[in-house]
């Protein structure tokens, strides 16, 4: 777990270690879509973090620094979205409460997974950057990177140029499934399970 010493933005904190994991889990292979959450938040009634405070923390500005950004939640992203896209702009809260409703629903215990599972996951087992390699534009064909108001909004920004339905990428060169980092696993053998 961590990145190498010559990994470019590596921060201080992601130095190389060993990490074992005691149980087996399964990850989901695609985000939670947008009309998985609906499901939910119907079912339940719950409203997002968002929703209640009426804004959330995103990367925002010409220059992309952390930022609260009002009238953004998963309904309105500020962006066009189908009911197959990943869900966003919910909180970890939001997700954690997904995964109870998600496990009392299937009668399986569902989590999200830890930071080191996650990693593993993402990393897909490589030393490399991203999991396709060390190019960022490699990545188009695996990962949502970045929609059209992201490029727009920062110019310099490289990356898959549309958002698209989940699973609708290929797998990545290892053979496992494309992840989004930020967002919400669903299903069953999907998110992690303990």
């Known amino acids: 777990m961590g990145s190498p010493p010559d990994e470019p933005g590596r921060q201080n904190e992601e130095t190389l270690h060993k990490v074992t994991s005691q149980k087996s889990y399964f990850m989901a292979t695609t985000d939670v879509t947008v009309s998985q959450f609906k499901e939910f938040v119907t079912d ?12 959330v923390w995103a990367h925002s500005g010409p220059v992309p620094t952390w930022a609260q950004v009002r009238d953004i939640n998963w309904r309105n992203p500020g962006f066009s979205q189908g009911q197959d896209h990943p869900v966003v702009a919910v909180s970890w809260n939001d997700a954690v409460t997904f995964c109870d409703w998600l496990s009392h629903k299937e009668g399986r215990h569902y989590r999200l997974p830890s930071e080191a599972e996650w990693e593993y996951a993402c990393r897909a087992g490589s030393q490399s950057i991203y ?5 960022p534009d490699d990545g188009r064909q695996y990962a949502n990177l970045a929609d059209n108001t992201a490029i727009k909004a920062y110019p310099g920004l490289r990356g898959e140029r549309s958002h698209g339905p989940t699973d609708s990428f290929s797998l990545r060169p290892s053979g496992h499934s494309n992840q989004r ?4 696993r669903y299903g ?6 303990v």
């Open 44 to 55: 339940t009634g719950y409203q997002t973090d968002a929703e209640k405070t009426g804004s």
């Open 131 to 135: 999991p396709w390699g060390n190019d």
């Open 181 to 184: 980092v930020g967002s919400l």
């Open 188 to 193: 069953r053998q999907r998110m992690a399970v």
